[in-house]
Structure formats: structure tokens, C-alpha cells
């Protein structure tokens, strides 16, 4: 069972470059082969958790190497269970971006991007979470870091670029810090394997113990986009194309937190900054979600309700008792799957109506009721109304904070409570908005080309060509191929404007990038691999609520695994 631990990053890597060696061509096939093996990863990753929970942690060691000199690879309930959440959620998002045509239009560049782009997120993705040592999780944020940018900055428009510039700078200065605290935990410790810094950094002088503690979290804080060091997140993930966002939000965000809770365990249990992670906790709940309640579009309404949130799963780290981290570990596996599925409702409502602007929406309820169940359901579920696994991992937190019963804990229990509080009135927000009132005059008709808001910026020899000369965006040679999952209809040479055209946006047109740089339509036929895989999604996030009895009692095994820290240290050092 131990072989099977490096396939969740091997898999995807190995087809990745399959991919790039058939480049942009067999479509069909590209399509199959990446659901194929995000499937067959969700099922590893199933067998791993139910292996790790019934006869303890998987280890492996690349090419039989021992610590601390090979690579160590480990599989515990905390693992199994984060794998598990992210293929599911991966799988599904990809099944909506093929229904989006993303993917379709790979031809359009020299090599297929976004197929392979999205594999190796899902390997580094997986690599981070099995990691057994501090330099394998660097090497994971890494392979992360080289696939979000391409994604967040596919279609070269400046917005994208902007905005992607600002990820990877955030992104390469927590590397930096990163490395510098392996080089002095390694100074201090002779190693960099978790188990062994287990037993050795307990050795170690208090300050100095507490500085690499601070320099980690740090790292993490900055990769889960904890307040203060959140700011790049509301600019960064709402312009990247839906399916990128919805990922983005709901999984990368938590990768951060996963390292949090495994480094807070395993190297510094009874940790010296659990008033200050209390403190960061409080203040990403409160900024987080004030920032929601101002916003008016709901992209970035859900960016800030996801800062907001973060601050749930930091409480229960800073509690660092068995109910605290029991909490936080189902907030995570709540957290990734419905913040994914409102990203991608976003989407889809952005498909529909050509706009995520609450004040330009409305009449959703009526006009499209599947929507709105769509976002209804998630939406109650973010704001942990009973019974759904919102309120369970709430709950669960809030309990574990009036247990350890300290000033700051019953802070963060009050905290808590108007969080969630002001996440219900700010979901009841958009719902007025976007679904129960009137359409607003104006509003987008069917066929509306979301144009380019970088189009004017195109080169002379964009601007100079004839508006009659290039392919309508929203035509399927632009779409690709005519393969594409219900694409929108042509709007032909004498719709709107092109993109690149140097035309004016008309009147109603939508300032909003595609694929590639290039421009889709709107259309009130959504389709169905998005609203399926949508669909899926929400069932996903009840059934934590089905299977709240087994969840929790998963969990809490998975914290009382965590706190004793032995069964990890013996199965990677094999004592």
C-alpha cells in the first residue's frame, strides 16, 4: 500500500508530459486523459485515507533513501482526507471548464496551455499535502506557483498581467523567506525531515525555536491569505477566467492552512504564538468579511467572504487542542468545496448575464431557478445555517473556544458568531440583488460579446485592421473548433464589435476578458458539463452534512493523530 503514496503527484506529471508531446492537437483525447487521471488520483486518494485510518500513516522513501537524505513522502488521515477534497474538487472543476471551452481553445496557441497548466497545479497541489519534509514542500509551493501563473494570466490581457504579476511577487518573496527558514532549521536541526525536526527542535533554545516558528508561519500566513497579508487575493483571483478563480479560492488558499496545521503539530506543539495567531484569526474574520459587505461585485464579494473565513480555520490552529484542530480540519474540507462551487456559480452567472455587477443583475430566481438553487444552497451553507457542514464546523469551533475558556478565545467565540452573522446578510445581499428583485433596465440579452477590457491596448497592427477582417470572438472558429460544450452562438461580423477591433464597447457590452484573449457571448442556455459539474459540487458540500457523524469522528481521530504526533514520527522513522 506504501507504492501507491508519490502516484497522487506522478500521475498528473507523467500525463502532463504526454500532453505536451501531442501539443494542440486530439482534443477528444486530451479531454479524456485528463479526467481520466483526475479520476484515477480520486481514487487513490480515497484508498490512501481509508488505508491511513484504519492501520495508521503510509510512508514512502524515494529510491530507499533514509532520512534525512531521501525524499520521505507521508499519507496520515490529515493527508488522505485533504487529498481526497482537492481531486474531487479538481475533477469537477476541470468537467466545467471543458462545458466552458477553455480548454477547446488551446489551439489557438503554440502548445496546449491549460491542460497541462491545470495537471501540474493538481501534482504540487498533491506534493504539499504528502510532504514529508520542509524541502518537498518548498518544492511544492514552487510547482504551484509556475502553474497559477500561467493560469491566472491566460489570455494576456494587462488586467491578467497585473494582476498576475502581483500573485508572483507576493508568491516569490514568501519563497524566499521559505528558504531561508529551511537553511536555518537545517543550521540548527542537521535535518529537514518532519519527523526527525519532531524530536530534534525540542533541543533547540526557546528564541530560536520561536523565530523559525514565526518565519513559518509567516510563509503559510502569506500563502493562505491570513489579515494582515491578504491584500494581493481580492485583486489577484477575481480576474483570472471562472474555473481558474473557483480553484484558486477554494483550494490554493488552504494548502497554506494544511502547512499550518502540520508544522504547528508536529514541530511546535504547545506553541508560544497562539495569542498572536488568535489575534490574525480575529482580524482576517472581521476585515474580511466588512470588506464583503462594501463590495458590489460578486467576485470580489466572495474573494473577501474567503479572507473572512480563513480566520475560522487559523482559530482552531491557535486553540491547538484536540477539539480546535478537529474544527478546523472540517472547516477546511467544508471551506474548499463551497467556496469552489460559488466561484463557479459565479461563472455560470457571468455566462448567463454577461456581468458578475450586482446592481446590473437581477430576476435570476425567476428567469433561471436551477441558478438559483445553485447558489442558494452553498450560500446558507457558508453561512453556517443549521444543519449544513457550515454550522457542523462552527459549531465544533465555537465549542472548542468556550472550552479553553482564555480572553482571547472567547474573543474569537464572539468573533465568530457576527462573522457569521454579517456572511448571512452579505449572502442575503446578492440573493436580493442578483435573484429576487426585478431586473434592472438594461440588462444583457442573449448573444452579448464580453469584450476585452485590454482591447484598445492591442498592437498598431490590431488597430489598424478592418472590422470586417477578423473572426467575430464570439464565432466558433474563435471558440474552437466547434467542439466547444454549448458555446454560445455566433454574433457574426456585424455584432457588437471584435475583439483587438480598437472599436468602442458598445452600449451594454460587458468589460470582461476570455479565453486566450479572445471574447465569448452571452447565453441563457448554459452548458451542461458546467451546470453538472456545478451540480455536483453542491451535492458534494451536503454530503459533509450527511456524513457529519462519520466526518467528525474522522476528524477528531485525525487531531488526536496530530497532538501525539508518535504515529507519524514511527511510521516515517519505522521505530
Not at 501507491?4 to 486530451?30: D, E, S, Y
Not at 459587505?293 to 460578486?298: E, G, I, K, R, Y
Not at 480563513?310 to 477539539?323: C, D, E, H, K, S
Not at 458539463?529 to 485525525?558: C, D, E, R
Request: contains cysteine; hydrophobic residues 50%.
Amino acid at each position: 500500500m506504501n507504492a501507491l503514496v508519490p502516484l497522487p503527484v506522478v500521475l498528473p506529471l507523467c500525463v502532463t508530459g504526454l500532453k505536451l508531446a501531442i501539443g494542440p492537437r486530439l482534443h477528444r483525447f486530451q479531454r479524456f486523459i485528463s479526467i481520466a487521471v483526475l479520476g484515477a488520483v480520486l481514487v487513490l486518494s480515497v484508498v490512501l485515507m481509508v488505508s491511513a485510518d484504519r492501520h495508521g500513516p503510509l510512508s514512502v522513501h524515494l529510491g530507499d533513501f533514509a532520512p534525512p537524505v531521501g525524499i520521505t513522502l507521508v499519507a496520515d488521515r490529515l493527508a488522505g482526507l485533504m487529498l481526497t477534497v482537492s481531486s474531487a474538487v479538481t475533477l469537477l472543476v476541470l468537467v466545467y471548464s471543458l462545458g466552458q471551452g477553455m480548454a477547446d481553445r488551446d489551439d489557438q496557441a503554440p502548445v496546449g496551455v491549460f491542460h497541462p497548466a491545470y495537471l501540474i497545479l493538481v501534482a504540487g497541489v498533491s506534493c504539499t499535502f504528502l510532504a514529508g519534509d520542509l524541502v518537498n514542500l518548498y518544492v511544492g509551493f514552487e510547482i504551484m506557483l509556475v502553474a497559477s501563473f500561467v493560469l491566472l494570466t491566460i489570455g494576456g490581457t494587462a488586467t491578467r498581467i497585473r494582476a498576475g504579476s502581483t500573485y508572483v511577487i507576493i508568491s516569490l518573496f514568501s519563497s524566499v523567506l521559505f528558504l531561508v527558514a529551511i537553511a536555518m532549521t537545517y543550521a540548527v536541526a542537521g535535518t529537514v525531515n518532519l519527523a526527525q525536526l519532531a524530536e530534534r527542535l525540542q533541543e533547540v533554545p526557546p528564541g530560536v525555536r520561536t523565530l523559525l516558528e514565526a518565519m513559518l508561519l509567516t510563509v503559510f500566513a502569506i500563502k493562505a491569505a491570513v489579515f494582515p497579508l491578504a491584500a494581493w487575493l481580492p485583486d489577484s483571483y477575481p480576474t483570472a477566467p471562472a474555473p481558474v478563480t473557483a480553484v484558486f479560492a477554494g483550494l490554493l488558499t488552504k494548502v497554506g492552512v494544511y502547512s499550518m496545521l502540520r508544522t504547528q503539530t508536529l514541530l511546535f506543539p504547545g506553541h508560544r504564538l497562539g495569542d498572536l495567531l488568535m489575534l490574525a484569526a480575529l482580524a482576517s474574520m472581521v476585515v474580511g468579511i466588512l470588506g464583503a459587505v462594501a463590495q458590489t461585485d460578486l467576485k470580489r464579494v466572495l474573494s473577501f467572504t474567503l479572507i473572512s473565513h480563513i480566520g475560522y480555520m487559523v482559530f482552531g490552529i491557535a486553540l491547538a487542542g484536540g477539539g480546535g484542530i478537529s474544527g478546523a480540519i472540517v472547516y477546511v474540507a467544508h471551506h474548499i468545496t463551497v467556496q469552489t462551487t460559488l466561484f463557479l456559480v459565479a461563472g455560470l452567472i457571468e455566462r448567463r448575464d454577461g456581468t458578475t455587477e450586482l446592481t446590473r443583475l437581477g430576476g435570476l430566481a425567476r428567469t433561471a431557478p436551477l441558478l438559483a438553487v445553485l447558489f442558494f444552497v452553498p450560500a446558507m451553507n457558508l453561512a453556517g445555517i443549521p444543519p449544513l457542514s457550515g454550522f457542523i464546523g462552527k459549531l465544533g469551533l465555537m465549542r472548542a473556544g468556550v472550552a479553553d475558556g482564555g480572553g482571547w478565545a472567547w474573543a474569537l467565540v464572539a468573533g465568530s458568531a457576527a462573522t457569521s452573522l454579517l456572511t448571512l446578510y452579505v449572502m442575503a445581499k446578492v440573493w436580493n440583488l442578483a435573484f429576487w428583485r426585478d431586473a434592472p433596465p438594461g440588462a444583457e440579452e442573449e448573444g452579448v460579446v464580453l469584450e476585452s477590457a485590454e482591447d484598445d491596448d492591442t498592437g498598431d497592427d490590431e488597430e489598424e485592421r478592418a472590422p470586417g477582417s477578423a473572426e467575430t470572438p464570439g464565432s466558433a472558429e474563435a471558440f474552437g473548433s466547434g467542439e466547444a460544450f454549448g458555446s454560445g452562438e455566433a454574433s457574426g461580423s456585424g455584432g457588437p464589435a471584435e475583439a483587438g477591433s480598437g472599436l468602442p464597447v458598445p452600449a451594454g457590452a460587458v468589460v470582461s476578458a476570455g479565453f486566450l484573449g479572445q471574447s465569448i457571448t452571452t447565453t441563457k442556455h448554459l452548458p451542461w458539463p458546467m451546470l453538472v459539474s456545478t451540480g455536483a459540487a453542491v451535492a458534494l458540500g451536503l454530503s459533509y452534512t450527511v456524513l457529519g457523524g462519520p466526518l467528525t469522528t474522522f476528524t477528531q481521530a485525525a487531531a488526536t493523530e496530530l497532538l501525539a504526533r508518535t504515529p507519524y514520527i514511527e511510521a516515517v522513522l519505522g521505530r
